[in-house]
């Protein structure tokens, strides 16, 4: 997928972990993960917005598209 989470990165430079921030957003940790493995298909902007509140981030801190990564599903 040409959509890559980078919530791996930024959780290092805040110097937390990502049980902390399941706790501080109000989400399950296995859906974290998912969303931190790039296995998530979609994820929901009031979401997006309480990870950018606890990271103090902007969205596209978290996610970077790359045109090398092509269309799996057509």
């Not at 917005?49 to 269309?71: H, M, N």
């Amino acid at each position: 997928m040409p959509i890559t989470v980078t919530l791996d990165d930024m959780l290092h430079a805040r110097r937390m972990t990502l049980t902390d921030l399941a706790d501080a957003v109000g989400i399950t940790l296995a859906n974290l993960s998912i969303l931190k493995t790039g296995k998530a298909k979609a994820i929901r902007f009031s979401t997006l917005e309480a990870i950018c509140r606890v990271l103090e981030c902007q969205p596209g801190d978290l996610l970077a598209f790359s045109a090398e990564g092509g269309e799996q599903d057509a």
